[in-house]
Structures are given as structure tokens and as C-alpha cells.
């Protein structure tokens, strides 16, 4: 069981859009960034957000970030099916000071 | 470019141990944070460890506190993962990353294998 908790299959047609959740608590999202990953099979994770909603050089402004309270969204726009991965989460926990990450989402798009 | 290559992943018998080593460049390696992230086969990332810039400090997750010692060299920029006792559970993929924004991880290496099977 992960200390985040995502939706474990979000699905939607090329060129549409598509959010995927994070929650968390206050020991961790509450009071910490979050960065979003993406993993392509077979691959190794890829930073897509960092500090909530900032992109890495070379991330595509497609990909978006936000945060609320003790949750966390990642936003894609314009799907592609370049984009089908597992999307996970992560942000540090001051509790049981170690990073925490979601179960992971994965993105199909039809 | 940043580049981080890990090494030393491998099949071990139950109670067995292995040293992993993640070679790193493209980075002024000595001033970073540095982290190892399992995941097992079909499964999520799980946070492993990480250690400062020095060497000095030290976290881990609570289910390898006691059998696995991160640590670094940093005239080699490398770190490494010495993993002690292992049990079929620490199976998976274990990937070393650099320290990031919001202490988290940023770059990720490419990962090695741990089996640890009869």
C-alpha cells in the first residue's frame, strides 16, 4: 500500500486531455513539492514536474502540474500515444522522512 | 550531460549479499544528494535510500534499515549500495538518481536487476 494514492488506469482518445491525482497528507504533500515521473516500458522514470508545477528543459508544455492542499494533479493536453506510460507521483514525507511515491497510473490512449 | 550507470545487479541465493555501483558524470558529482529507487517486477517505485554530499549522512527505507549501507566515493563519482541478508522481497529493478529540486530525485540511471531466488 503506498502512502500516495493514485488512480491505478486513467484512459482517454488521442488529442484529448487527461488529469491524473495524488493525495496525500500533511506530512507529506501538505508541507512538500511534488514531482511527477513518467516510465515508458521498459524504461527507466523520466522527471516531468518538479515543484508542483515547474517543467525540466525539454518537457513539453503539454504536461502540467498543480497542487492543493494534500493533492497533487498532473495534467496532460493534446494525448498522443507517444504518452502511454505509468505516471507516478512523488514528494518527500517528514514523518517517516524518506520519499514517498504513488502506486502509479497508467495512461492508455485509445 | 548527466549519466548515471549502474552496475553489479545480479542472481543471489536468500541471505546472500550484493554490492551495487552507480557511476556518475556530466555533474559536479561531490555537491549532490544521491538516492536508490527499487521497483519490483510489475510493480510501483519504491524509495531505498540516500546520502549527502559528504558521505555523512545517511536515510533509509524501514524495510532494509539494518541490512543495506549506501555510501560514496566522491573522487570516483560513484555510490554504491551494500545490501546484506537479502531476502526474495528485495527482488527488482534498482535504480540510482541525483538529488533534485524539492529533495527529490531528478536524473535517473538505466537500473540493474537483483534476483534473489534458490
Known amino acids: 500500500q503506498s502512502v500516495l494514492t493514485q488512480p491505478p488506469s486513467v484512459s482517454a482518445a488521442p488529442g484529448q486531455k487527461v488529469t491524473i491525482s495524488c493525495s496525500g497528507s500533511?506530512?507529506?504533500?501538505?508541507?512538500?513539492?511534488v514531482s511527477w515521473y513518467q516510465q515508458l516500458p521498459g524504461t527507466a522514470p523520466k522527471l516531468l514536474i518538479y515543484?508542483?508545477?515547474k517543467r525540466p528543459s525539454g518537457i513539453p508544455d503539454r504536461f502540467s502540474g498543480s497542487k492543493s492542499g494534500t493533492s497533487g494533479t498532473l495534467g496532460i493536453t493534446g494525448l498522443q500515444t507517444g504518452d502511454e506510460a505509468d505516471y507516478y507521483c512523488?514528494?518527500?514525507?517528514?514523518?517517516?522522512?524518506?520519499?514517498?511515491f504513488g502506486g502509479g497510473t497508467k495512461l492508455t490512449v485509445l | 550531460e548527466v549519466q548515471l550507470v549502474e552496475s553489479g545487479g545480479g542472481l543471489v541465493q536468500p541471505g546472500g549479499s550484493l554490492r551495487l555501483s552507480c557511476a556518475a558524470s556530466?555533474?559536479?558529482?561531490?555537491?549532490?544528494?544521491m538516492h536508490w529507487v527499487r521497483q519490483a517486477p510489475g510493480k510501483g517505485l519504491v524509495w531505498v535510500s540516500r546520502i549527502n554530499s559528504y558521505g555523512s549522512t545517511t536515510g533509509y527505507a524501514d524495510s532494509v534499515k539494518g541490512r543495506f549501507t549506501i555510501s560514496r566515493d566522491n573522487a570516483k563519482n560513484t555510490v554504491y549500495m551494500q545490501m546484506n541478508s537479502l531476502r526474495a522481497e528485495d527482488t527488482a529493478v534498482y535504480y540510482c538518481a541525483r538529488d533534485g529540486p524539492g529533495s527529490l530525485p531528478d536524473y535517473w540511471g538505466q537500473g540493474t536487476l537483483v534476483t534473489v531466488s534458490s
Open positions: 515543484e508542483n508545477n
Open positions: 512523488g514528494t518527500w514525507d517528514s514523518s517517516l522522512t524518506a520519499v514517498v
Open positions: 556530466g555533474f559536479t558529482f561531490s555537491t549532490y544528494w
Open positions: 500533511s506530512s507529506n504533500i501538505g508541507n512538500n513539492y
